[in-house]
């Protein structure tokens, strides 16, 4: 019986079918000649890798050495996904499913059109689902967790490898836990620290450079290189799925990453669906760091526009200052030295009271006075080699000396071997008096303020907290500016000078609440700093 005689059952098939002996093929139904374009006779009259570079013209390089392979006796996977040139030269993709003939030596071979897969439409729908959500992520690993668990979510282990100079690190994953932690055990650490050289990928020069994604028949074909023979034998076994994907991430032009997806239900149809995915993935990132660029610059205007104001602010100062300074120190002078004449004098306890209360009223204004022009005027730092601990410990002990520290209890910490810091001491400490003065006051009877020297990158760190009620949130803006306070009797001015004192130290200063209650102010001054004084007035006396 001849060939055709044998199969003619299948001519009624309306799937494409045909039937492959050793290099020839040796029956084709009329549903896959029809596809085709072409006869039976041509079809039987080449050989196999003829009729591949034929109808299969972009899968021959996985193909042929298959096919070659295969003629060796080496086994050959029964499911392909291909792209095949149909009748009037257009491709399409094909499941390509192989069974056995009548004979032994008969390879029964169906085509199975895989361009409308439903699980393609699915595919699509989660994934448009989710770049719409990427585009309201607002950093870049929300961006990859929402697409990685997107694509699992369809069936599929996914993996993101971060692309780090030349090196590959992975990045959010969804794989089978088992392999991920018998992975792990074999490297002996974290897959997440696992670094691979970018060589280990040779595919992934071309899949940048062609910003085209790889489809692969075999996964581990393609992880020869990546993974060690150990791990490539472990996935074997507890990953049979085989067929992946390799997508670009290109951010800004520039290689971010490859998306990589691997599952037995990925065909080259949805793989060309996750590949404009990638693409979006790479889009979600840029919008992301421009939002972040945004954001930078908005801090950044608002901080010279806060500096304006305040700049602003302290010229008007400067000004009112040179006229209090002059219409109002020197009568002050005055009213003290009359108090102090007074004193000499025998007064009544009324007259003593009083004379008490004047003395100590006029002092109170003198101090405002220095206070607002200490405020305005321009510092210049003096810097010199200065320990701060040692600065803490003088500072302390003055207000010991003066009794300045009614029932509130004081301690100081200092980390070990500090370095010297290149600092103004004068200036240090007067910051460093107002900052304790200001604890002090806050403080309840028995309260505690603590202050504590360590290192900070930036150089030294000063901290200086207390027990007190704490700053509320919405003042923490404004506490630093001249004027504004939280107490009934107080000036404002303090905290304003130990902000001019750390910017003209090239510092920073701010505050926050203590763990427990209390407030924590925190200056963090740089090691070596060049004298940056602050702008003189602009107008007006100064005594």
Same mark, same amino acid.
């Given at each position: 019986?001849?060939?055709?005689?044998?199969?003619?059952?299948?001519? /009624?098939?309306? #799937?494409?079918?045909?039937?492959?002996?050793?290099?020839?093929?040796?029956? !084709?139904?009329?549903?896959?000649?029809?596809?085709?374009? @072409?006869?039976?006779?041509?079809?039987? *009259?080449?050989?196999?890798?003829?009729?591949?570079?034929?109808?299969?013209?972009?899968?021959?390089?996985?193909?042929?050495?298959?096919?070659?392979?295969?003629?060796?006796?080496?086994?050959?996977?029964? @499911?392909?996904?291909?792209?095949?040139?149909?009748? /009037?030269? $257009?491709?399409?993709?094909?499941?390509?499913?192989?069974?056995?003939?009548?004979?032994?030596?008969?390879?029964?071979?169906?085509?199975?059109? =895989?361009?409308?897969?439903?699980?393609?439409?699915?595919?699509?729908?989660?994934?448009?689902?989710?770049? /719409?959500?990427? +585009?309201?992520?607002?950093?870049?690993?929300?961006?990859?967790?929402? *697409?990685?668990?997107?694509?699992?979510?369809?069936?599929?282990?996914?993996? &993101?490898? +971060?692309?780090?100079?030349?090196?590959?690190?992975?990045?959010? +994953?969804?794989?089978?836990?088992?392999? &991920?932690? !018998?992975?792990?055990?074999?490297?002996?650490?974290?897959?997440?620290? #696992?670094?691979?050289?970018?060589?280990?990928?040779?595919?992934?020069?071309?899949?940048?450079?062609?910003?085209?994604?790889?489809?692969?028949?075999?996964?581990?074909?393609?992880?020869?290189?990546?993974?060690?023979?150990?791990?490539?034998?472990?996935?074997?076994?507890? %990953?049979?799925?085989?067929?992946?994907?390799?997508?670009?991430?290109?951010?800004?032009?520039?290689?971010?990453? &490859?998306?990589?997806?691997?599952?037995?239900?990925?065909?080259?149809?949805?793989?060309?669906?996750?590949?404009?995915?990638?693409? $979006?993935?790479?889009?979600?990132?840029? %919008? &992301?760091?421009?939002?972040?660029?945004?954001?930078?610059?908005?801090?950044?205007?608002?901080?010279?526009?806060?500096?304006?104001?305040?700049?602003?602010?302290?010229?008007?100062?400067?000004?009112?200052?040179?006229?209090?300074?002059?219409?109002?120190? %020197?009568?002050?002078?005055?009213?003290? %030295?009359?108090?102090?004449?007074?004193?000499?004098?025998?007064?009544?306890?009324?007259?003593?009271? *009083?004379?008490?209360?004047? !003395?100590?009223?006029?002092?109170?204004?003198?101090?405002?006075?220095?206070?607002?022009?200490?405020?305005?005027?321009?510092?210049?730092?003096?810097?010199?080699?200065?320990?701060?601990?040692?600065?803490?410990?003088?500072?302390?002990?003055?207000?010991?000396?003066?009794?300045?520290?009614?029932?509130?209890?004081?301690?100081?910490?200092?980390?070990?071997?500090?370095?010297?810091?290149?600092?103004?001491?004068?200036?240090?400490?007067? =910051?460093?008096?107002?900052?304790?003065?200001?604890?002090?006051?806050?403080?309840?009877?028995?309260?505690?303020?603590?202050? =504590?020297?360590?290192?900070?990158?930036? /150089?030294?760190?000063?901290?200086?907290?207390?027990?007190?009620?704490?700053?509320?949130? =919405?003042?923490?803006?404004?506490?630093?500016?001249?004027?504004?306070? @939280?107490?009934?009797?107080?000036?404002?001015?303090?905290?304003?000078?130990?902000?001019?004192?750390?910017?003209?130290?090239?510092? @920073?200063?701010?505050?926050?609440?203590?763990?427990?209650?209390? !407030?924590?102010?925190?200056?963090?001054?740089?090691?070596?700093?060049?004298?940056?004084?602050?702008?003189?007035?602009?107008?007006?006396?100064?005594?």
């Amino acid at each position: 019986m001849s060939d055709a005689a044998e199969y003619r059952a299948l001519d /009624g098939l309306p #799937v494409p079918a045909a039937v492959v002996r050793g290099e020839q093929v040796v029956y !084709a139904n009329p549903a896959l000649l029809t596809l085709l374009g @072409t006869t039976l006779e041509e079809v039987r *009259a080449a050989r196999s890798l003829e009729l591949l570079a034929r109808f299969a013209p972009a899968e021959r390089s996985w193909l042929e050495p298959m096919h070659e392979g295969y003629m060796r006796g080496e086994p050959a996977p029964d @499911t392909l996904w291909m792209r095949v040139r149909v009748a /009037g030269g $257009q491709q399409r993709t094909w499941c390509l499913r192989r069974g056995t003939g009548l004979r032994p030596e008969d390879a029964l071979l169906m085509f199975l059109d =895989a361009e409308g897969e439903a699980t393609v439409r699915r595919l699509t729908e989660a994934l448009v689902s989710a770049s /719409g959500e990427m +585009m309201r992520c607002r950093d870049e690993q929300a961006v990859l967790e929402t *697409a990685v668990e997107a694509i699992h979510r369809q069936g599929f282990y996914v993996s &993101v490898l +971060m692309l780090e100079g030349d090196v590959l690190l992975h990045g959010p +994953m969804r794989q089978e836990p088992g392999s &991920v932690a !018998a992975a792990e055990l074999l490297y002996g650490r974290p897959i997440h620290e #696992v670094r691979f050289p970018w060589s280990s990928l040779p595919h992934l020069e071309e899949l940048f450079s062609r910003r085209k994604a790889a489809f692969h028949q075999d996964l581990l074909l393609s992880l020869e290189g990546f993974h060690s023979a150990e791990v490539l034998e472990l996935l074997k076994r507890m %990953n049979p799925a085989r067929r992946a994907l390799d997508a670009p991430i290109l951010v800004e032009e520039r290689p971010y990453g &490859v998306l990589s997806v691997q599952g037995e239900g990925l065909t080259p149809v949805s793989a060309a669906t996750l590949e404009l995915f990638a693409r $979006q993935v790479g889009g979600a990132l840029e %919008n &992301v760091r421009h939002h972040r660029l945004a954001a930078s610059r908005l801090a950044e205007l608002s901080k010279l526009q806060a500096e304006l104001v305040a700049q602003e602010r302290l010229t008007v100062l400067g000004e009112a200052a040179g006229v209090v300074a002059h219409e109002v120190r %020197n009568p002050l002078g005055a009213i003290l %030295n009359a108090v102090a004449v007074l004193k000499r004098d025998k007064l009544s306890p009324i007259g003593t009271s *009083a004379v008490g209360m004047l !003395a100590e009223e006029a002092t109170r204004l003198d101090a405002i006075v220095r206070d607002l022009l200490d405020v305005v005027r321009p510092l210049e730092p003096r810097p010199r080699p200065l320990h701060v601990g040692e600065l803490a410990r003088r500072t302390l002990d003055l207000f010991q000396e003066r009794r300045q520290l009614d029932e509130v209890l004081v301690s100081l910490e200092e980390e070990p071997d500090l370095p010297t810091l290149s600092a103004d001491e004068s200036l240090l400490q007067m =910051a460093l008096e107002n900052l304790v003065r200001n604890a002090v006051q806050s403080s309840p009877p028995k309260g505690l303020v603590q202050v =504590a020297v360590t290192r900070a990158p930036e /150089g030294l760190l000063l901290t200086v907290e207390d027990e007190g009620p704490g700053i509320p949130p =919405a003042d923490a803006p404004r506490i630093f500016e001249p004027f504004f306070t @939280t107490r009934a009797t107080g000036t404002g001015l303090g905290l304003a000078v130990v902000r001019r004192v750390v910017l003209a130290h090239g510092g @920073t200063v701010s505050v926050g609440q203590r763990p427990g209650g209390g !407030a924590r102010f925190e200056l963090r001054l740089p090691l070596e700093v060049e004298a940056r004084p602050l702008p003189p007035l602009p107008s007006g006396k100064r005594d």
